[in-house]
């Protein structure tokens, strides 16, 4: 069994850029927030929140019930694609927590927002870590 990772030399030199824009320490903190943040969207997502139930369809035409989650609730996870999806990326502007799946636009977007509410969550505790790190910074 191998495993492959990719994408660990852009990241690297991402995180150097974002270090020299701001500094290491602000930098760290801002990635920690991040996956702070990611951490909060997976458990939104997986935890299953009390809605409608619905029959859908697997791939060849069984059938199961699913749990459709509260409008205004995150979304309950189904086939698990948004959950695994959600990923902290590193660039040199800035740490961004989202999906390139093609349906979240319409869940954030409409009746079941998932990023935004883990940002907010997650506001204060960002904050801190990114005032400490400043601190760190100035000595």
């Known amino acids: 069994m191998s495993i492959e990772v990719q994408g660990v030399e852009s990241t690297a030199k991402n995180m150097k850029a974002l270090s020299k ?3 290491k320490s602000v930098a760290e903190a801002l990635v920690k927030s991040g996956h702070i943040v990611r951490g909060d969207v997976v458990e939104s997502i997986q935890e299953q929140s009390p809605g409608d139930q619905v029959i859908r ?3 060849g035409g ?3 019930e699913h749990t459709v989650s509260k ?3 995150a ?3 189904d086939t698990g694609r948004l959950v695994n999806s ?3 990326e590193v660039q040199p502007e800035g740490v961004y927590v989202g999906t390139n799946v093609d349906y979240a636009k319409h869940l954030e977007f409409g009746s079941h927002p998932f990023l935004v509410p883990a940002l907010e969550k997650n506001r204060a505790t960002i904050k801190k870590l990114i005032s400490f790190a400043l601190k760190r910074t100035k000595k």
């Open 57 to 59: 369809y697997r791939e």
């Open 21 to 23: 824009r701001y500094s």
């Open 71 to 73: 409008e205004g609730d």
């Open 86 to 88: 959600i990923q902290v």
């Open 62 to 64: 069984a059938s199961y």
């Open 75 to 77: 979304p309950n996870t």
